[in-house]
């Protein structure tokens, strides 16, 4: 299935490669560089490039791009997830997935692709497997590796290989059981400036740390589980279950991972947290515009909007921007125009504007159009989309776990927009 494996750092080189069945040639990446070139942003780059004898399929994560070369036709969302499941492991492995932190462990790395993938064809990916197969690095283990000449390499097939539940290990034994689940939730939409909603989706997970005792059978149940739509789960749950009742019923691995993503793409579920009335105005022959902008929570059930950061592309005949914050900071960078105001968090008591002048070249022509803002923000102890969950039960164990359910909203792609939608329908491009 997959032939070969290229990481590419920001700068366009190739950094580290792997094949497996033959060796392709570096010269089948030109056809990405090409791609690259013609993409306005980094992450616009066609996950799928169809080349005369291969195909190109990659993910960006972390500043790195990571391409995948197949020589004849697979489900693409099949090698894009396996590639996810490649950044994950190797985030869990060492804290972070950089260009530095590959380097510096650049054998583990090898390793962990030659067992993740056995010709071609995935494997192991799961963590509990992988770190019993490969231990993770240490500094006291690379020191006696490079001493003795030896790999972290178990000697002894993992016992989860050989069970019904190969993501769980055997003999697992904690001092505190604890079940901790994270909701975190994602907001992409594009307002317009009457304030009417373009468009608006979630992207939702729900993210485990699990640390049981033996072989513990939770399920997990919703209040309002309809909410759920395009539901991607984690391989230990039950799908049947959830098909019959709309509960998560599943033997969980041990320590962290992603029981299930989700989406909701219904417009009227979707709330928007925040709004916005900006007036930015460029005058004809005028070597002054206006810039007014002010921000404010919007339907977040009392909590606090936090983390909350304001960026605007302006047109570039802006010399540079004089404007007063009532709260936090802003830059303006003078080569790439981009402005960035630094809010932080919003008072309801006292919302938070900025306001001022902006000057322009001598004889430049108004901007065809106003730029659009862009926000991000945190609210935490919140789904946006309205998931809560009901209750968690164990069963198979005796003992008591400690439970606990958290939730977050974030901002995605969130842009206000400046122009008034009228239309009972509008249609985005992308």
Same mark, same amino acid.
């Given at each position: 299935?997959?032939?070969?494996?290229?990481?590419?750092?920001?700068?366009?080189?190739?950094?580290?490669?792997?094949?497996?069945?033959?060796?392709?040639?570096?010269?089948?990446?030109?056809?990405?560089?090409?791609?690259?070139?013609?993409?306005?942003?980094?992450?616009?780059?066609?996950?799928?490039?169809?080349?005369?004898?291969?195909?190109?399929? *990659? $993910?960006?994560?972390?500043?790195?791009?990571? +391409?995948?070369?197949?020589?004849? %036709?697979?489900?693409?969302?099949? &090698?894009? @997830?396996?590639?996810?499941?490649?950044?994950?492991?190797?985030?869990?492995?060492?804290?972070?997935?950089?260009?530095?932190?590959?380097?510096?462990?650049?054998?583990?790395?090898?390793?962990l692709l030659e067992e993740m993938l056995d010709n071609g064809f995935?494997?192991?990916?799961?963590?509990?497997?992988?770190?019993?197969?490969?231990?993770?690095?240490?500094?006291?283990?690379?020191?006696?590796?490079?001493?003795?000449?030896?790999?972290?390499?178990?000697?002894?097939?993992?016992?989860?290989?050989? *069970? $019904?539940?190969?993501?769980?290990?055997?003999? +697992?034994?904690?001092?505190?059981? %604890?079940?901790?689940?994270?909701? &975190?939730? @994602?907001?992409?939409?594009?307002?317009?400036?009457?304030?009417?909603?373009?468009?608006?989706?979630?992207?939702?997970?729900?993210?485990?740390?699990?640390?049981?005792?033996?072989?513990?059978?939770?399920?997990?149940?919703?209040?309002?589980?309809?909410?759920?739509?395009?539901?991607?789960?984690?391989?230990?749950?039950?799908?049947?279950?959830?098909?019959?009742?709309?509960?998560?019923?599943?033997?969980?691995?041990?320590?962290?991972?992603?029981?299930?993503?989700?989406?909701?793409?219904?417009?009227?579920?979707?709330?928007?947290?925040?709004?916005?009335?900006?007036?930015?105005?460029?005058?004809?022959?005028?070597?002054?515009?206006?810039?007014?902008?002010?921000?404010?929570?919007?339907?977040?059930?009392?909590?606090?909007?936090?983390?909350?950061?304001?960026?605007?592309?302006?047109?570039?005949?802006?010399?540079?921007?004089?404007?007063?914050?009532?709260?936090?900071?802003?830059?303006?960078?003078?080569?790439?125009?981009?402005?960035?105001?630094?809010?932080?968090?919003?008072?309801?008591?006292?919302?938070?504007?900025?306001?001022?002048?902006?000057?322009?070249?001598?004889?430049?022509?108004?901007?065809?159009?106003?730029?659009?803002?862009?926000?991000?923000?945190?609210?935490?102890?919140?789904?946006?989309?309205?998931?809560?969950?009901?209750?968690?039960?164990?069963?198979?164990?005796?003992?008591?776990?400690?439970?606990?359910?958290?939730?977050?909203?974030?901002?995605?792609?969130?842009?206000?927009?400046?122009?008034?939608?009228?239309?009972?329908?509008?249609?985005?491009?992308?």
């Amino acid at each position: 299935m997959i032939h070969s494996l290229f990481l590419i750092n920001a700068s366009g080189d190739i950094f580290l490669e792997k094949h497996w069945k033959s060796v392709v040639s570096r010269s089948v990446c030109d056809y990405f560089f090409e791609a690259q070139e013609r993409a306005t942003e980094p992450e616009n780059v066609p996950p799928v490039i169809p080349t005369p004898h291969h195909y190109l399929i *990659s $993910v960006l994560r972390h500043h790195i791009y990571f +391409v995948a070369v197949i020589q004849s %036709e697979v489900p693409p969302l099949f &090698v894009i @997830e396996f590639l996810h499941r490649v950044v994950d492991t190797f985030q869990d492995y060492f804290g972070v997935c950089t260009e530095a932190a590959i380097k510096d462990n650049v054998v583990v790395v090898y390793e962990l692709l030659e067992e993740m993938l056995d010709n071609g064809f995935p494997l192991a990916t799961e963590s509990n497997i992988l770190k019993e197969l490969i231990k993770p690095p240490t500094i006291l283990r690379t020191m006696v590796n490079t001493i003795t000449g030896s790999t972290n390499v178990g000697e002894q097939l993992p016992t989860g290989q050989l *069970s $019904v539940v190969p993501w769980r290990r055997t003999g +697992v034994k904690y001092t505190n059981n %604890e079940a901790y689940f994270d909701v &975190v939730e @994602e907001i992409d939409a594009i307002i317009d400036k009457s304030g009417s909603t373009i468009t608006a989706e979630i992207q939702g997970v729900i993210d485990a740390c699990v640390k049981l005792t033996g072989m513990p059978d939770l399920t997990l149940s919703f209040m309002n589980p309809r909410l759920l739509d395009d539901v991607s789960f984690h391989p230990c749950v039950r799908f049947k279950r959830w098909e019959a009742e709309r509960i998560l019923s599943f033997i969980p691995p041990d320590g962290n991972f992603r029981l299930l993503s989700y989406h909701v793409s219904s417009q009227n579920l979707v709330a928007i947290p925040v709004y916005v009335k900006h007036n930015i105005t460029f005058r004809e022959g005028s070597s002054q515009g206006r810039f007014d902008l002010t921000l404010g929570p919007k339907q977040t059930m009392g909590k606090a909007v936090e983390s909350v950061l304001v960026s605007s592309q302006l047109p570039r005949g802006v010399l540079n921007a004089n404007l007063n914050p009532s709260q936090g900071t802003y830059t303006f960078d003078p080569v790439t125009k981009l402005l960035t105001w630094d809010v932080g968090k919003i008072n309801p008591q006292k919302l938070p504007s900025l306001k001022g002048t902006m000057s322009l070249q001598a004889g430049a022509s108004k901007p065809d159009e106003n730029p659009t803002i862009n926000i991000q923000f945190k609210i935490q102890q919140m789904a946006i989309s309205g998931l809560k969950v009901n209750r968690l039960d164990m069963y198979g164990e005796k003992y008591k776990p400690f439970k606990g359910i958290k939730y977050m909203t974030k901002a995605g792609k969130f842009q206000f927009d400046d122009i008034v939608c009228n239309t009972g329908v509008s249609m985005l491009m992308y």
